[in-house]
């Protein structure tokens, strides 16, 4: 299968560095190829005619929140995780197409480390929000140089699920419990207090929204809260494909009652990301 032009269509400029620090997002316009999203689709619908195929809005009616009166939604919230550890292209995709290269020059780094990726597809109708949360509460990593890629297929606006993030949150250098992502409650036996609700409360935050067209792309922080609105559409879909990464800075840390993958028991605190489970993906080219 040809999948067009895979080479990448322009760098991340000094500006844009600049504005990930500051308001620990940035939305990188008309960067990623049609031959990566071309790939990714397919994954997409891969995944979701699959037996993995899970869905995080049955998740959470079942178990999360049971019995809590809910309006019934008409489409699936699709979610799942580590698609690069079972599918050889979401390997590509996460391992080979210019994401890497972005998140190192956003993070200034000199080496990349791929932390996982998530398929988030709000289907039609999906109508469960993104609880806001901050990706670092789930990671066993501490560390500054830590970002999350956000790859829509699809044309998203707020009301179809485009992610809002909280402007500058990543400076208030604190981590709130992790949650159910469907759900705003805390999971259990974690640390920090809850995180806020900006769904129900703006409190004065300045809430960033953009949107994106495919081949646009936002990067974020790990510290910086975000959640998002459910898809009201009932034509248009929301497919989406995070990749999270780790800079140099990156070391393990293990955080209690975090959801774990079977590589965490055996690692040790403090110690470097590279490892099979956690590979390299990217290195600065050394000056010649
Ligand atoms: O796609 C979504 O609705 C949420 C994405 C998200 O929170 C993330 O990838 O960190």
């Given at each position: 299968m040809t999948y067009g032009d895979l080479t990448p269509l322009r760098d991340v400029t000094d500006e844009e560095v600049k504005t990930f620090w500051r308001d620990g997002v940035v939305c990188l316009r008309a960067i990623m190829p049609a031959g990566w999203l071309a790939m990714l689709a397919d994954a997409v619908e891969h995944y979701l005619h699959s037996e993995r195929a899970f869905s995080l809005t049955a998740f959470g009616e079942e178990?999360?929140?049971?019995g809590k009166p809910r309006s019934k939604p008409k489409g699936h919230f699709y979610g799942g995780t580590d698609h690069w550890q079972k599918d050889d292209i979401c390997r590509r995709f996460a391992c080979e197409s210019p994401l890497p290269a972005i998140a190192g020059r956003l993070l200034r780094a000199t080496k990349i480390n791929l932390y996982e990726d998530s398929m988030l597809v709000k289907e039609p109708g999906a109508t469960d929000k993104t609880a806001f949360h901050q990706d670092l509460s789930y990671f066993h990593v501490e560390g500054d140089q830590l970002c999350t890629t956000w790859i829509p297929l699809d044309p998203v606006r707020p009301e179809t699920g485009a992610l809002q993030f909280v402007k500058g949150s990543h400076l208030w250098r604190k981590l709130y419990r992790p949650n159910y992502f469907v759900s705003t409650q805390s999971m259990p036996d974690t640390d920090g207090d809850d995180a806020p609700d900006f769904h129900t409360d703006r409190r004065n935050a300045e809430i960033l929204c953009f949107d994106t067209e495919p081949g646009d792309i936002t990067v974020h922080h790990a510290l910086t809260l975000h959640g998002a609105d459910g898809n009201h559409s009932l034509s248009a879909r929301r497919r989406a494909m995070s990749v999270r990464y780790c800079g140099d800075d990156a070391r393990y840390k293990l955080r209690r009652g975090a959801p774990r993958k079977p590589h965490h028991e055996r690692i040790e605190p403090g110690s470097i990301l590279d490892h099979d489970d956690c590979p390299v993906v990217w290195r600065a080219e050394s000056p010649s």
């Open positions: 178990t999360v929140d049971p």
